[in-house]
């Protein structure tokens, strides 16, 4: 069974960058396609990004507009989701989520 935890949540200022970490674990992570998503306060939980276990596929949701990057260290069974020149909008729980299974989410929050 896959189990995940994200990390590198923080209070954050507008225009601030910052990565966020995904550990996994119960399954070689070269195995396994994951993404990154997000849930606002009173919102859907909406996608982020896509990667597939080779790292050759990624797709991003149209609002990340070149400010985010996925990436993955299948080595070390890690994903990571770094956040440049974030704004209120991304304020969220960020969620990573592969072989059907969810982290608990970490929390962006930003400031102006």
């Known amino acids: 069974q896959v189990q995940l935890e994200e990390s590198g949540g923080d209070l954050v200022q507008i225009g601030s960058s910052l990565r966020l970490s995904c550990t996994v674990s119960g399954r070689n992570f070269d195995t396994l396609d994951a993404s990154w998503y997000r849930q606002a306060a009173g919102k859907e939980r909406e996608f982020v990004a896509f990667?597939?276990?080779?790292?050759?596929?990624?797709h991003y949701a149209d609002f990340v507009e070149g400010r985010f990057t996925i990436s993955r260290d299948n080595a070390k069974n890690m994903m990571y989701l770094q956040l440049n020149n974030v704004g209120p909008e991304d304020m969220a729980v960020y969620l990573c989520?592969?072989?059907?299974?969810w982290g608990p989410g970490t929390q962006v929050t930003v400031s102006s």
């Open positions: 989520h592969a072989a059907g299974a």
């Open positions: 990667m597939d276990r080779t790292g050759d596929v990624i």
